[in-house]
């Protein structure tokens, strides 16, 4: 088995979780990254036999507008416990931390990175409690306004400092790539990755959301990258994660994960 | 008058070079930001002509495509010296260098990066002789594949310090608002800011291109952003350039100019 797990927004508009279980685990791979809508809609009973019966691990459990929706609504905690909750319920490696952009009216984006700090720093005691390690992702800087105001590694491994034990950082080559410090970056990160996303950006890149491209496809070395991570101390499963609106969410899913496996052993070998 | 540079991307699609000027001029602007395509199709005899006859200063020049075209393919050193000749004809205060992206079928942005240095040093004995200062525009990192590989104002000013004298940076509102370090960037900056450009990030913003926001409509904080930008010393005219397909640009240009001085009054005083 490839030591791989595909995140299931690659597949989102074609498979439920149930469905995402069977294919990835038929191709192979040996995890899955969950998203919670597609765990509520099959039920954490279901979804939690269905994930034992496939042998998958849980290698992350998604958690995007964690503190401020892409509208600008401030959430309240309990959608942050309740992911919490869920990732512990679903052995997910980590949950990963989408904190969110400025709320509506704001233009004070130094003030938002104050807040989203505070609000990770009151949810860090669940999470340890639930043994759910968080995993801050830094997020590319074209969605700061409305996805997360942590915009680089860096940012976000000031936060871990901050933060103390049970945070680490999700390493996602989309939003990370372009950095001038990334790999000083992820030397500083040395034990502290506790998710690693690949997908490619693609130079012919039309829109801000879900244009992402399979690895190889794109401008992204995946492979020095990989290679980073790993000498930086990295042992989950790497993970694919690729929205990709124009294209392989209109392909077949099993084509487009047998595609992942293949260029992630290109990537592995190369 | 008002201490104002309107860039000429504004009206692109509206005005010629020489209806700009008139209409900058009238609109009781100090300045203009000019592109090379609108001076050519004008010629060079006559733009000087009218701009004298204006009074108007040329806040910048703008350098797009300096050493590597937004389709990869790698520009012969004659197009940088020709912007550098026209930036001197027209007494610019400098050339806003965007040196451009990845070379068609690179992964290497560091390599990129640093053929961006050589590129910049071998230009700069031929703008320090016509007496064009460079400005090196950090571009935000969602172009950092297609329109420029420098993408913080650290890294620009990483160059600066590495060319010695006759490179400032061009600070742009739109490119540099999201980075964490850019209060201690722009104070690094000291002395070194030879271009200040400004419009708004849109929250709603819809594409990757040209769908900037007037000042006033987005999230950035653009009053403290100028405070900072003077405290380090910029005494240029801060210039408004606001690319907008699917707004200003429909718009009649004379409303446009009227409005970009009403905003930055309101900056000003605020």
Sequence with gaps: MMPLAINQATTRPQWTLKEAIAGYAKA????????????RECGLAEAKRRLAESGLVVSSYAGG???????????PDDVAHRLVDEAAEIKADCLVCVVGGLPAGSRDIAGARMRARDR??????????????????????????DVSCINTLDAALD??????????????????????????????????????????????MRALMDDRGMPGDGIID??????????????????????????????DPNEAVRICVQRFAAIRSS
Excluded at 65 to 74: I, N, Q, T, W, Y
Excluded at 228 to 248: C, H, K, N, Y
């Design 28 to 39: 192979g791979v040996r995890g899955i990254g969950v998203w919670p809508d597609k765990l």
């Design 222 to 251: 995946l492979s020095a990258l990989t290679k980073q991570v790993q000498a930086a101390g990295f042992t989950g499963l790497p993970e694919i994660e690729i929205m990709s609106a124009r294209d392989w969410w209109k392909r």
């Design 65 to 75: 507008e964690l503190f401020v929706k892409r509208d600008g609504a401030v959430q």
């Design 159 to 204: 936060l871990c400092d901050a933060l103390g034990t049970g945070v680490g950082v999700a390493v996602d080559a989309y939003h990370v790539w372009w950095d001038p410090a990334l790999s000083a970056a992820i030397a500083r990160a040395k034990g502290r990755i506790v998710s690693f996303q690949l997908c490619d950006w693609l130079a012919e």
């Design 120 to 145: 990770l720093a009151a949810l860090l005691p669940r999470a340890r409690a639930a043994g759910v390690p968080l995993a801050i992702e830094p997020v590319h800087p074209m969605r700061a306004a």
